[in-house]
């Protein structure tokens, strides 16, 4: 080829360049990646178009999450791709028109998504309860559920039914969840986070205000509570105590795992919602126990107080956990409040139970030495107490005894000698001790306004046994242990041994004894009958309007008597008996048989409802021969 021919080839004139030019696209040559994403943008242009609130009457008013999940989820993916579309348009030509479109396809989605954000709120409220929630948390829901329901109903065919029900309500609850989520986090990615977060704080503040209200709860200030009697504020405190345990357990924490779960993605975004949603209830929830210990208090108000500081305690783990975040430490701060406050109510209220007993003013001695109304008061009341000893502990800890006087102070020593420090019980063991001794002690006062001596230790032992059998049937036999109790049945056989001599030591030394190998004279043995029927009559007038409550104890006095009494007077009488068989007026001089003391004695300290003090002592049956 000649050389002119070549460079005509490989260079072309001026003229054949302009008709090339003229022939040439009109617009530049695109990437493949710049092709993919104008496809996605075609894409989402479609679905979103398609969903426009402002499209068409029927895109207004249906669920596009309702009508068709699946097409949902690729609207998801394409508001997806649009944002990864706007990014790359923005980082080449921010003022291009691509950019303008992008962002109000954006716009269209985001209304899309808000709508569809509130409609799954507010239609799936049953499947977004709290109770829900917080059972979603156990891995054990279904099967415990189910269990429920074996024990509730009969055949099989209602338990599978039952079954299916409980799976289908998770199911539909996941799903919804699931929704939520995922609009969540295509709305945050999106940059539109601070409208699908205002949706859910309106909806869900609604759920859980609305919830507290159905457990009965309404906040009252410390004016309001106070001003209630102690009847009305008595039942405030009970719709309360139901109320914390389940919001607490169940409204407050299944609100916490629903956040969590639908802004996982955003820890801060979580902690906000969550925070605004539930923490001034909660506060307020607490609030109203603390509330609670500004109102005139009385020791017969206290259990309702060790209620209350009860349920925080028990709840106090739930407490931690759900508001762990920094943003809801105020309900922590205010449960923790809630629980000093009932803590230094119930140690003035147990001061001043201390105080009621050691006031008590009754001067009227009990008839027949029985049991001080003080007595079952006191132990009633301390009895209830040892119910709450677990956390009476934690209340009692390093709290002083108030002995302020030296006799206090070693009868106390001496009551508590057995009570180790080391055992986990000691603040309340050492302090229903100490209440119990204040209440021994106020009975020994009392004793002495019997002036019988004998009766006063009547009375002595008839109340020390009931404290002792109180605490035997109670809590308080763990508390105090086996040690106390042992002490204290020692001190009530010293009472009944000191109640036998001095009521009964006459009766025992009235027959005389028998000089060595020798008999009696008729004279001294009529005089020793004489002597044994004035001492043994006396006594029993004297004491057969006595009262020994305890049936055991009362038993055990008796056969006591009769061994001391019976056995010397059946061998004086068997042996003297004959000697005086042909004496005028026998039966005035000898009036009992062995068996008529027996008889006598068994009708002895069942007071004067049994047998008066002006029943006679010779009845039908009991002959003196």
Sequence with gaps: MPRKGMRSFFFSSPKRTATTANMAPSSPRITFSEYLIENDVSAAEEIITKWDIDSSPYAKITSLFYDNRGEAMEFIKSVSNLQHAMQVYVSADSSSEKIIRAQSLMQTAMKRLEKEFYQILAANRDYLDPES???????????????????????????????????????????????????????????????????????????????????????????????????????????????????????????????????????????????????????????????????????????????????????????????????????????????????????????????????????????????????????????????????????????????????????????????????????????????????????????????????????????????????????????LGEDWITKHEEKVRAYVANYERQAWQKVQMALPDDPAGQQLSSDKVKEGFRRFNLEFEEAYRRHSGWLVPDRKLRDDIKISLARKIVPKYREFYAKYRMTLRNERGLEVTVRFLPEDLENYLSDLFHGDDVLGSSTPLHQPGRRSQ
């Design 133 to 479: 929630m917080s059972e979603r948390s156990s891995s054990n829901t279904t099967v415990s559920s189910i269990s429920d329901i074996e024990d509730d109903f009969a055949s099989e065919d209602d338990v599978q039914i039952a079954g299916n029900s409980i799976q289908e309500v998770e199911r539909v609850s996941s799903m919804v969840m699931s929704d939520l989520r995922a609009i969540a986090e295509c709305m945050i990615q999106s940059g539109y986070g601070k409208e699908c977060v205002r949706i859910y704080k309106i909806v869900r503040k609604s759920i859980v205000d609305e919830g507290l209200y159905r457990l009965g709860f309404a906040r009252m200030s410390s004016h309001q509570l106070q001003k209630l009697d102690w009847e009305s504020l008595e039942h405030k405190i009970k719709v309360w105590l139901h109320a914390v345990k389940i919001a607490s357990r169940t409204l407050f924490t299944g609100e916490r795992i629903l956040c969590d779960h639908v802004f996982d993605t955003s820890g801060n975004i979580k902690e906000s919602c969550f925070s605004e949603i539930a923490k001034e209830a909660a506060v307020n929830l607490f609030a109203f126990a603390e509330s609670v210990t500004k109102c005139k208090k009385s020791p017969e108000k206290m259990f309702r107080f060790l209620d209350m500081y009860d349920a925080i305690a028990e709840l106090w783990p739930d407490i931690e956990s759900t508001f762990s975040y920094e943003t809801t430490s105020a309900v922590r701060i205010q449960a923790v409040n809630a629980l000093i406050k009932i803590g230094e109510s119930v140690r003035a209220m147990i001061a001043d139970f201390e105080t009621t007993i050691q006031k008590d003013s009754s001067k009227s001695p009990v008839p027949g030495g029985g049991l001080h109304p003080l007595t079952r008061y006191v132990m009633n009341y301390v009895s209830f107490l040892a119910d709450y000893n677990g956390i009476l502990v934690d209340i009692l800890a390093d709290w002083p005894l108030p002995v302020k006087t030296p006799p206090m102070v070693a009868l106390i020593s001496d009551d508590s000698s057995s009570f180790s420090s080391e055992n986990p019980f000691y603040p309340s063991t050492v302090r229903l001790a100490w209440i119990i001794l204040v209440l021994l002690c106020k009975l020994d006062g009392k004793a002495e306004l019997h002036k019988d001596v004998p009766l006063a230790y009547l009375f002595l032992l008839n109340n020390l046994q009931y404290v002792i059998t109180k605490v035997k049937n109670c809590n308080l036999r763990l508390i």
